[in-house]
């Protein structure tokens, strides 16, 4: 529960290939040598003419879907049927359709090409969209290549991607997979693999950020290069992938101390080196790099950093087949919306008086962060049932431990973790100056000592007691964190009227937030990873409750603010 900001700053991601760069200028050369395959993959749709069904507005036109830029996107306008077109310039022999879909993504949706724009043949057709980056292999000649878009993901609103691309010639790369039930197709390679560096930071302010963290799947840990001597370029990386494999696709998620220039380099021995890939325009964040080559080795060779600091990477995966690849904990399934099964719930039904279940919650007292000025009294004294189902957390303004203001902060922690799920909680908020109501989640290895934000923080309701008529829902992780953190702030009626349900939708895609069934944000990862760092959401996490007074994101109390103010919970509930 900390200081947040709103909306996310324009995106920097690259989809970057093989010969990307060569772009339009190969495209009438691949009309002629697209059935070589030998020859290099290459889009044919970037910069080329577009037209669509609909825009949205005039700061998201179907041009910026072809630009390059996965910063800029197209939207239609918020209807079920729509459409989007790209013209190539001539018949060309296309291979592959890319697409990087923005939160709002299509269910139901077919790809068609034509080589006249009127007679269309259906290269492709799915009712199961995902989102997030789809590679769909395609086969035939057009000049015209057509996605109709037919069921919408989020029904309030219309359609949305960053980029389509349009591939030709070459071999395609099959979409990576960190599953190993899928032996005929790529999968992580690089999963605690033996690494090393040119440098390793291991210090106070960095401790460790060893090469082996970039290869640990965690994307709270990172490999840096040391401060002293290690600043300089080249600066390298090297996994050793442990037998000989075939490469696919490299995905790289930069700290801020990223390389400006790099290559992606293959070796059979680790120490004669093939590039497989390299850029000069590189820009941080993630770089998902569909380099195809053989190697025991992979590595990072970077020759101009971003800064004067040097190179730090939080993952570093390598996909592809072959190797002797080591799987990965695995991950529990995606709940199905609307979940349904109950794992946890607190109804609070208790006699007036009585307090909250010890088996359930764990009272958390103590002196708090962010300048607050309360004392989180133990045993739970500031929290009661009402006798009428509700539970009561009170803060008061009352003398304890040197402070003159007391409440109550209560958790799950160590008797019920969660991993995915709809969490919700109907909540009535007090309204007054310096009041900071708050439901929340902490990443359970905060438990085992990983100091926030590492650990990562959900926050699926902050309400400042100065305006009761908007409220926060809020990420935090090391690279976003603070008053720094992604999320949003929305209106909302005046919440201390009355009752209102907070929830959260999470799964492996991302952290859907709502506001009495409404969805008011949309945390999705490949948003998140792409624009602010690395997702840090895929692990257990422990529910928060609490009441608190003052601090920095609240402001103060005044002569206004009602004591005692009370902060009441019908209910906690969790589905997955």
């Not at 049932?385 to 009352?398: D, F, K």
């Not at 003398?399 to 995915?420: E, I, L, P």
């Amino acid at each position: 529960m900390t200081v947040h900001v709103s909306d996310p700053p324009r995106s920097r991601r690259r989809l970057l290939t093989l010969a990307a760069a060569l772009g339009g200028l190969l495209a009438s050369f691949l009309a002629v040598t697209a059935g070589d395959a030998d020859a290099a993959e290459v889009v044919v749709s970037q910069n080329k003419p577009v037209t669509a069904s609909s825009v949205e507005w005039a700061g998201t036109p179907a041009s910026a879907a072809v630009d390059g830029d996965n910063g800029t996107r197209w939207s239609s306008a918020f209807a079920a049927n729509q459409w989007f077109q790209v013209d190539l310039g001539a018949a060309t022999a296309v291979s592959r359709v890319a697409i990087n879909w923005e939160g709002a993504y299509a269910k139901a949706f077919t790809i068609q090409l034509s080589t006249n724009g009127t007679a269309w043949n259906q290269a492709y057709a799915t009712t199961t969209g995902a989102g997030g980056q789809q590679s769909i292999p395609v086969t035939g000649t057009a000049r015209y290549v057509r996605i109709n878009l037919t069921q919408r993901a989020l029904e309030i609103y219309g359609y949305s991607f960053w980029e389509f691309q349009v591939f030709a010639g070459g071999t395609t790369p099959t979409s990576p997979t960190a599953s190993p039930s899928n032996p005929g197709g790529t999968r992580l390679l690089s999963y605690a693999k033996p690494a090393r560096a040119s440098t390793e930071q291991n210090d106070p302010q960095c401790n460790p950020c060893t090469a082996d963290k970039a290869f640990d799947n965690d994307p709270a840990s990172r490999w840096a290069t040391n401060p002293t001597g290690g600043w300089v370029d080249p600066g390298w990386i090297q996994v050793d992938l442990g037998a000989t494999a075939q490469i696919s696709q490299v995905v790289l998620q930069w700290d801020p101390a990223y390389a400006r220039s790099y290559q992606i380099q293959v070796s059979a021995d680790g120490a004669n080196w093939t590039s497989i890939y390299s850029t000069t325009t590189g820009d941080g964040l993630k770089d998902v790099i569909n380099a195809i080559g053989t190697g025991r080795y992979v590595r990072m060779y970077g020759t101009a950093r971003s800064s004067a600091y040097g190179y730090s990477l939080w993952e570093f995966s390598v996909y592809g087949t072959g190797g002797n690849p080591t799987a990965p904990p695995a991950k529990p399934a995606d709940p199905t919306f609307p979940a349904t099964r109950l794992v946890f719930s607190d109804e609070f039904n208790g006699a007036a008086g009585s307090k909250p279940d010890g088996a359930k919650w764990t009272m958390d007292p103590g002196f708090p962060q962010n300048g607050e000025i309360q004392y989180y009294t133990p045993d739970s004294a500031n929290a009661s049932m009402n006798g009428t189902g509700a539970l009561v957390i009170e803060a008061r303004r009352e003398a304890s431990n040197g402070r003159d203001y007391t409440s109550h902060r209560m958790n799950t922690s160590n008797k019920f973790h969660v991993q995915y799920g709809r969490i919700e909680a109907r909540i009535r908020v007090p309204k007054g100056n310096g009041l900071w109501p708050a439901f929340w989640l902490m990443g359970e290895d905060f438990l085992q000592g990983r100091p926030w934000p590492y650990n990562g923080e959900i926050d699926i309701m902050e309400v400042l007691g100065r305006n009761t008529s908007e409220a926060y829902s809020t990420l935090h992780a090391p690279a976003y964190n603070g008053a720094g953190g992604y999320g949003q702030k929305y209106a909302t009626p005046d919440l201390s009227l009355d009752f209102h349900t907070y929830a959260a939708e999470w799964d492996s895609k991302g952290i859907r937030f709502f506001l009495d069934g409404r969805q008011v944000f949309d945390a999705n990862k490949e948003t998140v990873e792409n624009t602010r760092g690395p997702w840090i959401y895929d692990h257990k996490f422990y529910l928060i409750l609490n009441l608190a007074v003052g601090g920095d994101f609240p402001g103060p109390i005044d002569a206004s603010t009602p004591f005692p103010s009370r902060m009441l919970v019908d209910y906690v509930r969790v589905y997955q």
